[in-house]
C-alpha cells in the first residue's frame, strides 16, 4: 500500500513492520459537532482501517477526545453550563453519529482528563531533558532546544509564530522565554479547574494530551497519526517535538493528513458558523448516501460541500442498492472477482476512494446488465456487498453489531460523567495496548476473492494476550 507521508512529502510505500498496525487519529474538541469536516476525517479513518484490515492485517486504533482546552472552558461560560457536562453532552452527540454513519470505533478512546498522571510524568521527563522550563507555575516547551521544530509541515520558519497565534498561542505571556515556547502545564486561573502537580494546580497544555496518550497506549513509535490538515501545524508538529526530543527516534512512521471542507467560500470551521451538520444531513440523506459522498473526495484534496453532488451520491447509492437485491437468472454464473483486485488497487494506491467508489459503480451495473440477461449474479451481489462494506456503506443491512457494540461501550465513559470505567482506563499500561475485547471483522467480507484481500477469508479477530 501507498500513502503520501505529509512529513516527507512523497508518497511512500507503507510495509507495517508489526502486527497490528498501530493508528492514531486527533479526536474531537467536544462542542458543536459534528460537522462534515469532523465525519470526512473519521470516515477516511474507516476506511483505511478497512482496508488494512482486508489486507490481512490487524489494526490498534486509538482516538483522543480533548475534553479540558481554553476552548470547552470558553464555551462553557458562553452557554451557562459545567465544562464536563458540556464535553460529556457533546461526545454522546458525536458518538451517536458516528454509529449512524457506521463508522468503526477506536480501540481505545481516551479522554484528556483521564491521563493526567500520565501528562504530569511526559512533563517531568522534558523538564529533567533540559527542553521544558517552569514558571509561575507554568511549564513551557523550549522550541529553541529542538531545532527540527516545525520542519513536520515545511513551513517557512517566519510563518510559525503567526499560524501558531490563529491556533491558540499566546505570544505575549509573560511568563515565556520565546514567543513561539508552547505550554505543558498551565497554572491555575481561578475559576477554571485544576489538577495537583509538582509545579501547583493547574491544566495540561493542548499538544501534550496527545503526545501522552499516543505513546501510553500505542508506544513510542506508532505507524500512523492521522488528523485534519490543520493541525499539522502547530499541534502535530509539538507532539513530534514532545516525543522525538527524548526518545531519539521517529514518533510517526507516516503522517497522513485529511484535507479541510469548505462551505460558502471558506473552511468549515466553529468559529465561521458556516458548519454543515451530519445530524442535519441525515434528516434528509441516508447514511449510505452520506459516506458514499464523503468517499467521493480523496482524502488529500481540500473539497467544498454540495448539495447537488451529495443527492448524485444518494442516486448512485441507490443503483448499487437495486445491483445487490436485483433477481438473477439461471445462465451462466456473472464473474465479479477482478473488481475485488481493481478496488484493493486504488485503495492501495494512496487510498484512492474516488477510483475505487468508480469501480463499484461499474460493478453495480455490470450486475444490473447480467441479471438482466438471465445471469446467475448470486455470488457477484455477495461481492459487491463485502467491497460496499470497505466504504461503511450499509445497503439495507443494520449497523455493523460491533460498531453498535464497540462505540455503547465508549459511551458509557461520557454518560454521567462515566468517571470509574475513565479511571480504570487512566490505569492501562502499555504492555496491554494490543489487547482486544470485540470482533471487528465484518462478515461480509468472508466473501471477497482471497487473491486480492488475503485475510477475508480468515477467522474474526481474536483476543490477543499481553
Known amino acids: 500500500m501507498k500513502l503520501y507521508n505529509s512529513q516527507s512529502q512523497q508518497i511512500e510505500t ?114 529533567a531533558a533540559d527542553v521544558a522550563y517552569e514558571s509561575a507555575g507554568n511549564v513551557y516547551f523550549s522550541v529553541a532546544a529542538w531545532p527540527e521544530y516545525g520542519n513536520l509541515c515545511h513551513l517557512p520558519p517566519a510563518e510559525l509564530l503567526a499560524i501558531a497565534n490563529e491556533r491558540g498561542n499566546r505570544p505575549d505571556d509573560p511568563h515565556k522565554r520565546a514567543p513561539l515556547d508552547f505550554v505543558l502545564w498551565q497554572a491555575q486561573v481561578p475559576g477554571e479547574p485544576a489538577w495537583a502537580s509538582p509545579w501547583g494546580p493547574g491544566r495540561p497544555g493542548w499538544h501534550i494530551e496527545c503526545s501522552a496518550m499516543a505513546t501510553q497506549f500505542l508506544g513510542d513509535t506508532i505507524d500512523i497519526h492521522s488528523g485534519g490538515s490543520d493541525l499539522c501545524f502547530p499541534h502535530h508538529a509539538s507532539e513530534r517535538a514532545q516525543v522525538e526530543v527524548l526518545t531519539g527516534r521517529s514518533f510517526v512512521r507516516l503522517w497522513l493528513h485529511t ?3 469548505e462551505h460558502e467560500g471558506a473552511k468549515m470551521s466553529k468559529s465561521l458558523g458556516n458548519l454543515v451538520m451530519v445530524r442535519d444531513l441525515l434528516t434528509h440523506y441516508s447514511a449510505d448516501a452520506l459516506r458514499f459522498y464523503l468517499a467521493s473526495h480523496h482524502y488529500r484534496r481540500p473539497w467544498t460541500y454540495s448539495q447537488y453532488s451529495l443527492t448524485r451520491a444518494a442516486e448512485q447509492v441507490h443503483t448499487v442498492l437495486r445491483a445487490v437485491q436485483i433477481p438473477g437468472g439461471e445462465k451462466a454464473r456473472f464473474d465479479a472477482a477482478p473488481y475485488c483486485r481493481y478496488i484493493g488497487a486504488a485503495l492501495d494506491d494512496d487510498l484512492n476512494t474516488p477510483n475505487a467508489l468508480t469501480t463499484l459503480l461499474h460493478l453495480a451495473d455490470e450486475i444490473l446488465s447480467a441479471a438482466s440477461a438471465g445471469a446467475v449474479v448470486s455470488e457477484a451481489q455477495a461481492t459487491l456487498r463485502a467491497l460496499s462494506s470497505i466504504f461503511g456503506l450499509r445497503l439495507g443491512f443494520d449497523i455493523e453489531p460491533a460498531i453498535h457494540n464497540g462505540w455503547a461501550r465508549h459511551l458509557a465513559d461520557f454518560a454521567d460523567g462515566g468517571l470509574a470505567t475513565a479511571n480504570a482506563l ?26 486480492s484481500y488475503p485475510s477475508v477469508v480468515s477467522t474474526h479477530l481474536s483476543p490477543v494476550a499481553p
Do not use: K
Open 14 to 127: 507503507f510495509t507495517p513492520t508489526q502486527q497490528p498496525v498501530t493508528l492514531y487519529v486527533c479526536g474531537i474538541t467536544p462542542y458543536d459537532t459534528t460537522h462534515l469536516g469532523h465525519a470526512f476525517t473519521y470516515t477516511i479513518a474507516d476506511i483505511l482501517v478497512r482496508h488494512l484490515e482486508a489486507g490481512g492485517h490487524q489494526v490498534r486504533y486509538v482516538q483522543n477526545v480533548t475534553d479540558i482546552d481554553d476552548d470547552i472552558l470558553r464555551r462553557a461560560a458562553e452557554v451557562g453550563v459545567n465544562w464536563r457536562a458540556l464535553g460529556n453532552r457533546w461526545t454522546t452527540h458525536f458518538i451517536h453519529d458516528m454509529q449512524a454513519l457506521n463508522v468503526r470505533p477506536p480501540d481505545v478512546y481516551p479522554r484528556a482528563t483521564t491521563m493526567i498522571p500520565q501528562i504530569i510524568a511526559l512533563v517531568e521527563r522534558l523538564l
Open 426 to 451: 487512566a490505569t492501562l499500561q502499555i504492555p496491554d495496548r494490543y489487547s482486544s475485547t470485540w470482533s471487528v471483522r465484518d462478515p461480509l467480507m468472508t466473501s471477497l476473492d482471497p487473491t
Open 259 to 261: 484535507a479541510m471542507v
